[in-house]
Every structure is written in C-alpha cells, then in structure tokens.
C-alpha cells in the first residue's frame, strides 16, 4: 500500500471541482485503487506524462476530467499532484507510445 499525500494544488483543484458538479465518488474510487497498488481498468486511460509532468502519470474519471499523480516506488508513496480538465494541461502533457516512447498526441 502506497502512502498518499496531496499537494496544494491539488486541494485548490478539488474546491473548485466541487462547484463544477464533477463525480467525486469516482475520483475517490479511483485515487483508493493507486493507493492499494491496484492496475487501473483500460477505461480509465491511464497513461505517462512528458514534458512539465515528466514522472507523472495521468488516468481520465470522465471524459473531460484528469487526475494527475506521481508515483515513488522507493519511498513507497503516491502524491496526487492536480485534477481538472484537459484544456487546463493541454499545453504542457502528453501522451506517450510506452512502446516506441514517442509522443502520440496531447492529454
């Protein structure tokens, strides 16, 4: 089990998710299974990130809503760094070929 913490930014995003009737239940679902180390369903689209969010991995709750997190196996801990929409991160992450480790498209 992976020890959470949150960083402020990830609290301002979660206050000002709560006014825009996003589905908290399933962020929580969802943040509960990468704390127990449990794979993510495909439907989530769990994927890494590159550029500012190098390290980062990003998993989708609804279509348009993200949640950014980060991963220290070592340390055994897991920050969740950010959640929002797309066009908050779209200049700044994207989508990584795990195979080819070439960029194929913008989250």
């Known amino acids: ?16 998710a709560k006014k825009q009737d996003r589905d ?16 993510l369903d495909v439907k989530y689209k ?5 550029g500012k969010w190098v390290g980062c991995r990003d998993c989708h709750m609804q279509n348009d809503w993200v949640l950014i997190y980060r991963i220290n196996k070592e340390n055994k801990t897991i920050l969740f760094e950010r959640i929002g929409s797309h066009s908050e ?3 700044n992450v994207y989508l990584i070929n795990q195979r080819s480790k070439t960029i194929i498209g913008m989250s």
């Open 24 to 39: 908290f239940d399933e962020l929580l679902y969802v943040m509960n299974l990468l704390i127990k180390e449990i794979s």
């Open 1 to 16: 089990m992976l020890q959470p913490s949150k960083t402020k930014q990830f609290e301002k995003d979660h206050k000002k």
């Open 89 to 91: 991160y779209s200049n």
């Open 46 to 50: 769990d994927h890494h990130l590159k």
